[in-house]
């Protein structure tokens, strides 16, 4: 078998990708969002549809080889090479070092920068911890009742009212207590440390009070919590167990709050799919209501599509590279570019529009990878949908939400980007 010939990207090809790609997301934060640097990016009007095709159309290849900064890396293009890449992760395809000196910082045990058979324990754990049991009666209806008690914010409703409306609803659901609050605290303060992971490889002193943080929880568990039922599981040592939790408070905390408003923005903007939604939620938030609301999730997953909270994803080869009839060298960082393949109007039908009907039928799973897909895919994906789903309907059920920022014209094409902390809404309560 040949060894195919990727094409390199020319030295001007490069600059351009890293200041209109590359160093954007960094800016934004690899970890955590940086709201300035979120709405700066919002405000610019170049789009990354255009430095990508432009290469394409040069260089037609499965992937094109670029520099990531100062690394070498395979930029994919090729639907089968996407799909090998989660295939093969994270056998084939680990995480790359600057993914792991990061996430170090803050949940060095985690099962997404682990490998070989503590990868497949870790998982395994996740699986059933964070994985579809977990919505089986009756504690689908515990996450639910948890979401309900959280007071929905009205008047004047901006990023500052959401993230203590997610702050709320995260201690409640994963620690059944509000005394977790200076646990978020500090994750989140680790969590902006690990965005500076070219500037200190050091771990920070403040890591050990988090984690003594959380096992003090740990000895005392609330039962009727995801942490307290993952602690009943078994199947890794203590110190393993207490390591997987960081992941699940920033994924609660952080990204699926960012998912959710974006949602909401796209609900407050588009009214037919707003009202499709009411129809779907059980006025007395029935727990059986959430499972079938399959319009409301459909549209969870579309702004997850259009507005992806991860934009590139990234692994390092360790071996050759399968492509079609061909190999490409191994020992190299690869790209995923989930910001390009969501809205690439050459694979995805109207990619710039707000369509949620998509998801009835789909048959791009391989080229949406909000929550990733193959091996690695999110354990937690069922727990997204659900939770995401219960948390819109908690919000939408008996209120009317007008968005004031950011404002879409109907059958224009949807911005690149999005800044849900400048977001703005004016909430009433109503009765339906």
Known sequence: ???????KASLWENLRFNLRVVLPNFLQGLFIRRPRWVAWYARRS???????????KKYPAPAIQVRMLFSKTILVLDPELRRNVLVYSPRVFAEPRLKRRGMSRFQPQAVTISSGDEWLRKRAFNDRAVGSTLLQPPFDQVIVSAVGEVEVP????????????????????????????????????????????????????????????LNDYCNDPDADSIVGRALELGGLQKHELVGQIPHWMFAMRE???????????????????????????????????????????????????????????????????????????????????????????????????????????SDSAWQFNHLSNGTQACAGRDLVHFLGKSILAHLIRGHHWDCKVPIFEQGEPLPQTIDPFSSRFRVEQTVR
């Open 255 to 361: 990204t699926l709050s960012i998912n959710v408003v974006q949602t909401l923005i796209l609900l407050a903007n588009f009214h037919e799919h707003l009202e499709r939604v009411h129809l779907e939620v059980d006025e007395n938030g029935a727990v059986a209501s959430i499972h079938a609301a399959q319009h409301l999730q459909h549209c969870l997953q579309e702004g997850m599509r259009l507005w992806p909270s991860t934009p590139m994803l990234t692994r390092q080869a360790l071996h050759e590279l399968p492509v079609r009839s061909c190999v490409a060298p191994g020992e190299i960082q690869v790209l995923l570019l989930t910001a390009f393949d969501h809205r690439d109007n050459d694979s995805v039908r109207e990619a710039d529009q707000f369509d949620p009907d998509r998801w009835v039928k």
């Open 154 to 213: 009205t008047g004047e409703v901006g990023w500052q009212q959401f993230d203590d409306f997610f702050l709320q609803v995260s201690m409640r659901v994963l620690f059944g207590r509000d005394s977790s609050r200076p646990l978020f605290r500090q994750l989140r303060s680790l969590m902006h440390q690990a965005n500076r992971p070219f500037f200190s490889k050091k771990r920070s002193r403040d890591f050990a009070s988090f984690l003594n943080g």
């Open 46 to 56: 170049g789009r990354v549809e255009t430095t990508i095709d432009r290469m394409r």
């Open 1 to 7: 078998m040949r060894v195919i010939a990727i094409p």
